[in-house]
């Protein structure tokens, strides 16, 4: 059974950075594509950021390209994002998961950017 534990969220002000990390257990995670997702209140949860197994290959939300940086270290099964020049429509909670959104969610980590 996968678990997945995202930590790292804060109240930042406008302008300011945060890095989120999250830790995967399971066999499978140097073989899966990952990402990290976000909900912000009354709002669907969003696709922000994948990364391929290797790590060589990243794709990033038109919202948040220059700004985000997704990257993992697989010997960790962790998956990070830094979160840079954020702003307060980033205010979110932020959740990981497989690219196909195949694991139980987690129960996330709150960001919350203020003005």
């Known amino acids: 059974q996968v678990q997945l534990v995202e930590s790292g969220g804060g109240l930042v002000p406008a302008g300011g950075s945060l890095s989120l990390s999250c830790v995967v257990s399971g066999d499978l995670f140097g073989i899966s594509t990952m990402a990290w997702y976000r909900q912000a209140p009354g709002r669907q949860r969003a696709l922000v950021a994948t990364?391929?197994?290797?790590?060589?290959?990243?794709t990033y939300a038109d919202s948040v390209k220059g700004r985000f940086t997704i990257s993992r270290d697989n010997a960790k099964k962790t998956v990070t994002l830094q979160m840079n020049s954020l702003k307060p429509e980033d205010t979110a909670r932020y959740y990981c998961?497989?690219?196909?959104?195949?694991?139980?969610w987690g129960q996330g980590t709150q960001v919350t950017v203020s003005s």
């Open positions: 998961n497989h690219v196909t959104q195949r694991y139980a």
């Open positions: 990364i391929s197994n290797g790590g060589r290959t990243t």
